[in-house]
């Protein structure tokens, strides 16, 4: 027999019974049972009951053991009672009498429970990693993360990608975010920096002819974190393909996604076919370009029917170029209570509040009601309610002014409105495409252009659109894919002559110079003959949130930092010894 064991922990079933059987795993509970000491022993794969009575030659032994000592235990397999059986596990009906038992590893007094769901501080999950991540859900969270990277590799090389690994130590490049440096031994003064992405690898790939790419590439950015977002690193499922179109990255990853949230959606329904929405039109709609389509709702304009209105506050903003009233339907709302309540939302959020009017039966009649109808009057009040379709016992709530100072509010007032009110379908997982960003986008502060997207994405329209359009006025061949409202992943065409990169790095006012210093080693792998292409990467670790329910990102990542981007197990940032800083060349500035 096997030094540690004949089976797992969740192979045994009434097919065995009689057989005696070796097990090796945790302590997960000790129950004593009117002097029959059972104890739920768990390994990786399940649970097994294994029980011991005062005639069993191991009994002495058994007293001793506690939650989380590591055993090995030897007996017989019986068939439990039928009122016994426990159907919520897979060996729910057999039970081992155990004949013999070894201590492998004893534990001490655990700083954390890992029986049960118990609610403990992140600090304290965080330093001992390694027991919160003997907890059922957490444990199931990471096995899932593992069957959606195989999946994803399996669908990625059913339709003919190839998996190669590109540079870890690399040269800074700016993308967004900051770099993570790694100070070069030998050459003193020099750094490395880790990729934010594989971006430029995965396009010198397709200029050496490899065609079809794919990777599960980890990325390493210095930025804060967020409750969608793991400070430091993250990875995703890096991919590049040759004379390809926009729809081409379509055609491949829909179904990739589509599939593995079949796969692992728990039978939930998922978008049959991804709408393609145009960024200016989820702005308007949603206000974010992110939107949750479970969320029916879609915001509309309705400037015209306070132009020169009795709602002074509104009327005069529209005197403003730029400016407009958007409203947000708010179908089974229209009662006083919810638009007060909705109104210290907005406040909450930091704008003064939000208009409203819901509409009630009165006479017959379906009329409005709240400060705005009453300044408007009737006849404009139904106007609105015809455009936006909303009967009695329906409201609208009211945003004005630049749209970029309401529309953040907007989406999350839309939100918040489809949550109280029931209308977001929660059950299921729909996808979009947001397409057709603009290239370029105008920081109001410095009254500069900057790239409002991936640097390296092509304008539709190619070098004439550059040459000649108005800046603002360019799109890209750029898209977003997102699911629930949750962005998973950026992607696009990319440019692929040096003429293009020149071209659309000088309207934002870098020179040749610049891009040369920058990109260089792009810039010259184009002067010899690149192909057009194309591609995306989906964030692996938002996937799996998804997929696994969580709130938060740490809880489908091994061992993730904390909120101080700490690695609170290993003592993870920790200061240099002197020799070491004195072999890189370095020395510490301490901040007065």
């Known amino acids: 027999m096997h030094a540690y064991r004949s089976h797992t922990c969740a192979d045994l079933d009434t097919s065995h019974v009689g057989q005696t059987v070796r097990l090796s795993g945790w302590v997960h509970r000790v129950r004593d049972h009117g002097g029959i000491l059972f104890i739920d022993l768990r390994d990786h794969h399940g649970v097994t009951q294994v029980l011991a009575d005062p005639d069993s030659a191991a009994f002495a032994e058994v007293e001793k053991v506690r939650a989380e000592w590591v055993i090995r235990i030897d007996g017989e397999v019986k068939a439990r009672d039928p009122e016994l059986v426990n159907p919520k596990i897979p060996t729910g009906e057999i039970e081992v009498f155990i004949r013999e038992i070894e201590v492998l590893g004893a534990a001490e007094e655990l700083p954390l429970p890992v029986f049960g769901e118990l609610d403990y501080p992140e600090e304290t999950r965080l330093k001992y990693r390694y027991l919160d991540l003997r907890r059922d859900s957490l444990h199931r969270n990471i096995v899932l993360r593992s069957q959606v990277i195989s999946s994803l590799r399996r669908r990625m090389t059913d339709q003919g990608f190839m998996e190669y690994q590109t540079p870890i130590l690399t040269a800074s490049s700016p993308e967004g975010a900051r770099d993570f440096l790694v100070p070069s031994r030998l050459h003193r003064g020099k750094f490395y920096a880790l990729p934010q992405a594989p971006q430029q690898f995965k396009q010198l790939i397709m200029v050496a002819g490899f065609d079809k790419y794919f990777q599960i590439a980890p990325c390493f950015r ?58 200016r039109e989820a702005m308007l709609k949603y206000g974010c370009d992110k939107p949750d389509l479970r969320n029916p709702i879609e915001m509309q304009v309705v400037s015209p029917h ?15 170029p730029g400016h407009e009233i958007r409203a947000i339907p708010a179908p089974g709302g229209g009662s006083r209570a919810f638009c007060d309540r909705m109104n210290a ?17 009165d006479g017959g009649e379906t009329v409005g009601a709240g400060p705005i109808a009453k300044n408007i009057g009737p006849e404009r009040t139904e106007a609105i309610r015809a ?22 509010v907007a989406a999350k007032a839309r939100d918040e409105i489809g949550r109280e009110l029931g209308l977001t379908d929660f059950d299921r997982y729909d996808f979009c495409w947001i397409v057709d960003f603009p290239m370029y986008e105008l920081d109001e502060e410095t009254n500069t252009l900057d790239f409002s997207h991936n640097p390296f994405s092509m304008p539709q329209g190619g070098l004439e659109a550059l040459e000649k359009q108005d800046p603002l006025d360019i799109l890209g061949y750029q898209y977003d894919i997102v699911c629930n409202g949750v962005e998973l992943s950026s992607g696009a065409v990319r440019m692929h002559t040096p003429d293009l990169m020149y071209k659309a790095f000088e309207i934002v006012g870098y020179d040749r110079d610049y891009v040369d210093r920058n990109f260089g080693g792009m810039v010259s792998a184009f002067r ?40 609170l197990m290993m003592g993870a940032p920790a200061e240099p010894t002197n020799e070491q800083l004195r072999e890189l060349g370095l020395r510490i500035i301490t901040e007065d």
Do not use: C
Not at 260 to 273: D, H, I, K, M, R
Not at 345 to 361: C, N, S, V
Not at 387 to 403: E, I, M, N, V
Not at 537 to 559: C, K, Q, S, W
């Open 222 to 279: 210095d930025e804060d974190p967020r409750a969608d977002r793991s400070p430091g690193e993250f990875y995703q499922l890096d991919m590049e393909m040759s004379f390809a179109t926009q729809d081409d990255v379509f055609a491949v990853i829909e179904p990739v996604m589509r599939g593995v949230f079949e796969e692992f959606g728990n039978g939930l329904p998922v978008t049959p076919s991804f709408p393609k929405i145009p960024y």
């Open 306 to 320: 306070f132009e020169h209105s009795g709602f002074k506050i509104f009327a005069a903003l529209l005197e403003t």
């Open 345 to 361: 939302f907005a406040q909450k959020e930091g704008l003064p509040g939000m208009g409203y009017i819901f509409w009630r039966e």
């Open 387 to 408: 455009q936006l379709g909303l009967k009695a016992g329906d409201a609208a709530f009211f945003l004005g002014g630049r749209p970029e100072s309401f529309e953040a």
């Open 528 to 567: 010899y003959g690149a192909p057009p292409h194309a591609g995306i990467a989906p964030g692996v670790d938002r996937m799996v949130m998804l997929l696994a329910g969580a709130e938060n990102i740490r809880e489908v990542i091994m061992f993730p930092m904390n909120q101080r981007a700490e690695d």
